[in-house]
């Protein structure tokens, strides 16, 4: 094995314990017990491991720094995972560092740059819709610092994760609208490259067939944005497609699709129903009040910053954990029809 390929993670995988262990022996840390410290130093000497220098000496102890990486803080769903994440944070003596990707891959690479090279104890992220390369967050697997993926994970890192059960959402939000008796039921579906667009999508497939209810492909439409709402609600108003009721996404989407519908004289909930997902303060301030489908982004944040403590505590290697919430169906005025 050359020199330039041993990393961190190569040397807690080999003596089964955790890479954040490795990092902390290699520092001659007290919390690490001497032989602990002599097994890892006597592999990275065998191996001829050459740390990162820089990176070593700014992480000489813990920091009690954690970073966290969102798509848009502007979110009521996202404001609501940073404040759990602070909650717990706050109550075991740790500080929070916060960056938005805006929904951009550079931008989020560029943020984890940023905390690679800063004091840092572990990341929570909750990944951009255009990410689909990650190789940024596997540098931190190197390096020995903890990664908890929440939301929208990477099946491709094993990681910690807490997600909500996005099938299981979606599948309540389109049997409420069969149980209204509607039966052209359009989905306005988010990103397949994402396992949460991916498991709304398959809710609402299933619940469909489940209920003996015809899948019309042409009422799958990709729209996952306010804007994008606004143009493809017209669109379909105009094509002439019949259709009697929009399961959206998100609850921006709904809120566009609340707005071209009243728009075009269409009445909400009795001409065509309408229902979102995550009961964002939008649900309410929509005309009609907008049935959706609760995310319980508070709980979902002081989850995701426990399992963080626990990885960045423990002192053997654990197998990834996977916490999926439960979701509830929040019926308001723009489907009740019955």
Do not use: W
């Not at 001497?34 to 990176?55: F, G, M, S």
């Not at 943020?111 to 909750?126: E, K, R, T």
């Amino acid at each position: 094995m050359k020199s330039n390929q041993i990393t961190i993670k190569d040397i807690a995988r080999e003596l089964g314990i955790s890479p954040s262990t490795v990092s902390r022996a290699l520092k001659d840390h007290p919390d690490i017990s001497q032989e602990t410290k002599r097994l890892v130093n006597e592999l990275a000497t065998r191996y001829n491991y050459k740390p990162n220098i820089i990176a070593l000496s700014l992480r000489s102890q813990r920091s009690n720094v954690i970073g966290v990486v969102i798509p848009e803080l502007v979110h009521f769903f996202f404001s609501s995972v940073i404040s759990g994440i602070e909650e717990v944070a706050n109550k075991h003596g740790y500080s929070v560092m916060i960056s938005q990707s805006g929904e951009d891959f550079n931008r989020e690479v560029a943020a984890c740059d940023v905390f690679l090279n800063s004091i840092i104890d572990g990341l929570i992220v909750s990944v951009s819709k255009e990410t689909n390369d990650y190789s940024h967050f596997k540098r931190f697997e190197d390096e020995g610092i903890p990664i908890v993926f929440f939301d929208r994970i990477i099946e491709e890192i094993h990681s910690d994760r807490v997600i909500i059960d996005d099938f299981d959402g979606a599948y309540q939000a389109t049997e409420h609208l069969i149980i209204q008796g509607r039966r052209k039921i359009v989905h306005f579906s988010g990103p397949q490259n994402r396992l949460i667009g991916q498991n709304r999508l398959n809710g609402y497939l299933k619940a469909m067939r489940d209920n003996g209810v015809v899948i019309d492909e042409k009422l799958i439409i990709h729209c996952d944005t306010f804007q994008s709402a606004l143009v493809e609600t017209q669109k379909l108003i105009d094509s002439g497609v019949k259709f009697d009721s929009i399961f959206t996404v998100n609850d921006f989407t709904a809120a566009g699709v609340i707005k071209i519908l009243t728009r075009n004289g269409i009445k909400i909930p009795q001409d065509v129903s309408v229902v979102g997902f995550g009961d964002d303060q939008t649900s309410m301030m929509v005309e009609p009040t907008l049935t959706t489908v609760s995310q319980p982004g508070y709980e979902m944040g002081k989850k995701a910053m426990e399992q963080l403590i626990r990885r960045i505590t423990q002192t053997r290697q654990e197998p990834p954990a996977t916490e999926i919430l439960k979701t509830q169906l929040i019926v308001r005025e723009s489907s009740k029809i019955r």
